[in-house]
């Protein structure tokens, strides 16, 4: 299938070290993590890792055997797109003057943003959607005077199978 985008779910327990080890079996097999987000699950002795990469098949199976050895690894899946919801947030720091505020709250408005903190010359605009949404705003920031950027990287969930 070739080499794309792939977004793995790993639930370990919530320890020191946990995610050097994971991250660090990408790393010795020559891949980079593009997006990773962990978190607690509703369970405080379980984290959720969700990582994005672009790999073909074969890694995704190397990666998933040789994270499945790792002592505090639960489980690992792959997530397909259309089979799971994903989400990504992002906060953008935008430099406001006379001239570009108001296409910056047009913007706002356009895109169903939340305007975080605004103050005379800056605000902080809360984006959250799929990756290609997030992207979109971006592009649409940018040359209004995009100061800082803040992405929380890919948050995903395998939808239930009923």
Do not use: H, W
């Not at 993590?33 to 890792?49: G, M, N, Y």
């Not at 998933?64 to 002592?71: A, G």
Request: proline share 2%.
């Amino acid at each position: 299938m070739g080499i794309q985008e792939r977004i793995l779910e790993i639930l370990v327990n919530n320890k020191p070290g946990v995610l050097a080890r994971v991250a660090g079996v990408f790393g010795r097999l020559g891949y980079n993590i593009e997006s990773l987000c962990v978190a607690e699950t509703i369970s405080p002795e379980i984290s959720r890792i969700t990582s994005i990469t672009n790999a073909d098949s074969d890694f995704i199976d190397k990666v998933k055997k040789q994270l499945s050895r790792l002592v505090d690894v639960i489980e690992v899946t792959e997530l397909v797109p259309g089979q799971s919801a994903q989400r990504e947030m992002i906060l953008i720091g935008i430099k406001l003057d006379q001239k570009n505020r108001q296409e910056v709250l047009q913007t706002v408005g356009m895109f169903d943003c939340k305007i975080i903190s605004m103050r005379d010359n800056y605000c902080i605009i809360q984006v959250a959607g799929s990756r290609e949404d997030v992207g979109t705003v971006i592009s649409f920031l940018k040359p209004l005077g995009v100061d800082k950027v803040a992405r929380t990287g890919v948050l995903a969930l395998q939808q239930t199978k009923d």
